[in-house]
């Protein structure tokens, strides 16, 4: 299945850029349908209009409330024709109103290895508590901080002499890879949500099928 994809974005669009690689070089089967900023002049926005793909900003400090904020966004994603979200460096929590239309398909990079370091500065938190293995993390969304079923993971060293930037940038590196996967495994059908009942949901990618 080709994922009709929109991606949210806050600011530079490195991973954004890895995605619409990864299209372009056949290795993702979606097309990116619009790039929604809610940050003005972001480099994502820049992205975006090089490679030819629509692109909104939409900028949550000019709405009264985050519900207001979200209608708008879900107006222009329906009207781009958005199945799938990928929250690619977006800066805002989700509320109900986009998670319930969009149930079970928000997908998140997270620049940690959940669900260790949730939040803002996951990598400058894995740095300062000496932690030896650092990573990124793939979910779903659910209404809480990067707490939903953890669909892969990618882990990095941490080497003695790193500073902070050295380790985000060794973190980003694996993100460019992982995210656009992931999607992969998703569009091939193989991401399967397996709902916890009174354990928690977990994900379970189903292994390639060899006549494929
Ligand atoms: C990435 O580290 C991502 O994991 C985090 O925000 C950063 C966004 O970077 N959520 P970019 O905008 O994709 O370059």
């Known amino acids: 299945m080709t994922l009709e994809l929109g991606v949210l974005v806050s600011g530079s669009g490195s991973n954004l850029q890895a995605i619409l690689d990864a299209i372009d070089a056949g290795r993702l089967d979606a097309r990116c349908r619009v790039v929604l900023s809610n ?25 009264p409330t985050r519900q207001a904020f979200e209608e708008r966004v879900l107006s222009e994603l329906r009207a781009h024709g ?31 290895l959940l669900p260790a370091f949730p939040g803002v500065d996951a990598q400058g938190q894995a740095h300062a508590h000496g932690v030896k293995l650092a990573g990124c993390t793939v979910h779903f969304v659910d209404s809480g901080v990067d707490s939903g079923p953890i669909i892969a993971q990618a882990a990095v060293p ?32 193989r991401v399967r949500l397996i709902e916890g009942g009174d354990r928690r949901a977990r994900v379970l990618i189903d292994p390639r099928d060899p006549d494929a």
């Open 82 to 112: 958005v199945e799938w979200l990928a929250l690619a460096g977006f800066m805002r929590v989700l509320s109900p109103l986009l998670l319930d239309e969009y149930r079970g398909r928000v997908v998140n990079i997270h620049p940690s």
């Open 158 to 189: 941490v080497l003695p002499a790193d500073s902070a930037e050295e380790l985000r940038l060794r973190i980003l590196e694996q993100e460019h890879v992982l995210f656009p996967q992931a999607l992969q495994w998703i569009a091939e059908g």
């Open 39 to 63: 940050r003005p002049g972001v480099l994502a926005l820049e992205r975006a209009r090089t490679a030819g793909v629509p692109s909104i900003t939409i900028d949550h400090k000019q709405f």
